[in-house]
């Protein structure tokens, strides 16, 4: 018999091709090529998919059956060479592994507190989703009992179909409303809220299942209800006293001592074996020590960083695959198999649709938000997973139940987001109509409203230094920011940790590496904002770095700001040349130019005032603004008039002439065919004549007028004032000077030719450059022209704030 043959274990390893080895009969080789074919297969779904907005769990699921029986699987021969039975073993318990630390990390994203915070309206619409879904699927399992699933022990089944029903996804929900940019309106705050509660209820009701499904009698079944509530109740008393004692260990700014670490994913594994030793699942001893790790501090973000990375990135694929491998959508045959799948599927959004949808119109919500909430609602993903796989392996579930389970929770995750998108439009931007879209204005008492973005801890002193600089006279309304963080939406379960952190407090979330640098400038931000007397709102844009634009421009655009000062896409090195910080950062800044609802300044960052805050009392600047004409350059004026409003700061503002007496035929003719002045010479003139009439007698204002003949000696009389804090150009001023520089040569046009200048070799300085656009209803073509050399990314770009901005924020 080949009985003997067929129990022989696999070998870890093979002694090469060379010595006739095969390496895919050997467990390790074999399981490399498993976990490569996983991950190229998945990713290139992911990306192909990315266009439809889809969750990386959707390409998971999708993945995982085309290398089963359903699609490849059909072919034998890569079936038992790529998947062989002996190696499912192996292919498992990896799978498994990666699973339980995965929800670990499911239980790190939910807050206890939250969960007693939740509202009566989040509690009414969680129950509606689970109560209506369970009794519905309770009645789906009665006549799939009848029909394809004859003889199944009933009790367990009814529950098991019950619960698959009644999920919720909460990861998954969460990327999604991040990527929609809900998370932070009414509509994302209810739905992560209900969410929550949802599934902890579908954990609860899932280890009564699993309780259900043993093949003892129900006194068996109670008691090991009873020995799992005992579990939850020990850990509750005893975890936190430990997490919290080994968080106390780990002070802010210090690496995270290894052991710790290490302590509290032997802990992970511990509970999973007293949990799998009771009868329930290792998975649930996991995720019951990841709900009760501390969610604040540098040891819960070792933790995830730790993890998070090689579970989700590397192991978490196995699983799907190996739900993939027990699907096999070919059982589904005949009228009668795909009629239950459409009952299912029906059934399933019925359910969690209109149980949701009932419930919020009874809590007064619009019809609008209503539906969206039960689109929402009705997510699954890899817990749906989880459960089905676990109805499987306890015998619960035959191959057509689960092959038909499996395309119900892809079906439903899969219509969510365009269901949601064609329903819900949240304050589809009504073009706000305000009336202070620059810096200049007549009634400069008036408040000035700014919005700063940064991407990191590194601009943020300069940031500081140059808010404290604008903040004006106190006679004014004075000053109101809001300094906005760019966070980059990704698939990493961080991601979500931080959006939490930022819907509980808004205040920005800084590199997780660096928690004492982050401490320190929530403190400065404080501090400053109480010293300084001006109004500081830190916020958070999740976004993917492809629509960060949409946010900043949303966000502008609802608070009414004058001004955006961004964050140039380089940082100075010691020697002092450029060097790219992230290249997509520049894009970002390219398209906001382009669609912004105001002005918008880059800020190029040499260290004004230093690495910290200045103190208004401290504050000597020197300030420079380089006038050569036109509306950046008036609107960069004007922008130096505000801050030389500060008592510490000396402005000079210096005008660029062409010498009359200059010989050539180019400005000759140019001179010629534009003799007299031009109106925008005249409005430069006028704004002149009317700046210096205001600041007559103020000695912190010296207007200057340079006479120059050509661009050498315009580069020659700007050298000269080198020694400045801080230079304010116009990106795209006006003139025959400014036109003479040449633009070809320049690395970022979207910074025009003066600030190009400034940050070349040609001009030796240590001060900081604000490089201004003023906002304009249409950009002329030559400003567009620049802001598109190069940028290939420029893909269907979104008219400006088209989508609700995903950021929160909090006053100080």
Known sequence: MTVKCESSPMHATSSGLLQGDNPLHYALPLVIVQICLVLVLTRVLAYILRPLRQPRVVAEIIGGILLGPSALGRNEKYLHAIFPPSSLTVLDTLANLGLLFFLFLVGTELDPRSLRRTGKKA?????????????????????????????????????????????????????????????????????????????????????????????????????????????????????????????????????VNELYVCATLAIVLAAGFVTDAIGIHALFGAFVVGVLVPKEGPFACALVEKVEDLVTGLFLPLYFVSSGLKTNVATIQGAQSWGLLVLVIATSCFGKIVGTVCVSLWCKMSVQESLALGFLMNTKGLVELIVLNIGKDKGVLNDQVFAIMVLMALFTTFMTTPLVIATYKPAKMAVTEYKHRTIMRKDTSKQLRILT?????????????????????????????????????????????????ARKNGLPLLNKDKVGESNQVIVAFETFGQLSKVSIRPTTAI?????????????????????????????????????????????????????????????????????????ASEVDYTVLVLFFGGHDDREALAYGMRVAEHPGITLNVVRFVIDPEIVGASVHVDIVENSGPGPESEEDENFLADLKQKSSGDDSIVFEESIVKDVTETIEAIRAYKKCNLFIVGRMSEGQLVSAFDTKSHDCPELGPLGNLLISGEISTTASVLVVQKYRSELPQESLRSLRVGDSSRVGDSAKGDDDDDEEETEI
Request: with cysteine; glycine share 8%; net charge positive.
């Open 453 to 501: 973005c940064f991407h990191g801890t590194r601009n943020i002193p300069t940031l500081i230094n140059l808010i404290e600089a604008s903040r004006g006279t106190e006679k004014k309304e004075g000053l109101r920011v809001y300094a906005m963080h760019l966070l980059e939406l990704t698939e990493r379960p961080s991601a979500i940790l931080m959006v939490h952190k």
């Open 543 to 615: 976004s993917a770095m492809t629509s960060m634009h949409e946010d900043i421009i949303a966000s502008a655009e609802r608070k009414r700001v004058s001004m955006i000062i961004l964050p140039f896409h380089k940082h100075q090195r010691l020697d002092g040349h450029f060097e790219t910080t992230r290249g997509n950062l520049r894009n970002i800044n390219r398209r906001v130019l382009e669609h912004a609802p105001c002005s918008v300044a880059i800020l190029i960052d040499r260290g004004l005032g230093g690495a910290s805050h200045v103190s």
């Open 123 to 255: 509690l009414c619409i969680a129950f509606a989703g689970i109560t209506l879904p369970f009794v519905l699927g309770i009645g789906t399992s009665f006549a799939l009992r009848s029909t394809i699933a004859p003889g199944v022990n009933k009790a367990p089944f009814l529950v098991f179909m019950g619960v698959a029903l009644s999920i919720t996804a909460f990861p998954v929900l969460a990327r999604i409303l991040a990527e929609l940019k809900l998370l932070t309106t009414d509509v994302g705050r209810m739905a992560m809220s209900a969410a929550a509660v949802n599934d902890v209820a579908a954990w609860i009701l899932l280890a009564l299942a699993i309780a259900l499904s043993g093949s003892g009698s129900p006194i068996v079944s109670l008691w090991v209800l009873l020995c799992g509530t005992g579990f939850i109740l020990l850990s509750i008393l005893i975890a936190p006293i430990i997490f919290n004692w080994m968080a106390k260990q780990c002070p802010e700014g210090e690496p």
